[in-house]
């Protein structure tokens, strides 16, 4: 069992930055899949970032809206995920959750578990 607490989520206007976080506890190593998701509202939940670290190597994959402006990191020795979002737009608007686990390790990957989420709010 994993358990996912997100917290860094708020308010900013456009072209401002936001790093969330996510602490995990529970079956994890640094070798499982771990990723960032975001939902707005009516919309379908899509990937922004997943990343998983193999023989000393982290892999990572962005959704193409993110990419350039975000940064998904790991620090293993607190296992805790992080999301560096920078130059953030109004539609980068949504609730954000962390997720863990996944068999296939890509961005529509069908992880296990999920944090309740925390929620980004860009205004123009």
């Known amino acids: 069992q994993v358990r996912l607490v997100e917290s860094g989520g708020g308010s900013v206007q456009s072209g401002g930055s936001l790093r969330l976080s996510c602490a995990a506890s529970g079956d994890t190593d640094s070798s499982t899949c771990m990723g960032w998701f975001r939902q707005a509202p009516g919309k379908e939940r899509e990937g922004v970032a997943i990343?998983?670290?193999?023989?000393?190597?982290?892999?990572?994959a962005y959704e193409d809206s993110v990419k350039g402006r975000s940064t998904i990191s790991r620090d293993i020795a607190k296992n805790t995920l992080y999301l560096q979002m920078n130059s953030l737009k109004p539609e980068d608007t949504a609730m954000y959750y962390c997720a863990a686990d996944a068999p296939a390790c890509v961005l529509r990957g069908n992880f296990r578990f999920w944090g309740q989420g925390t929620q980004v709010t860009v205004s123009s």
């Open positions: 990343i998983y670290i193999a023989d000393s190597r982290a892999y990572y």
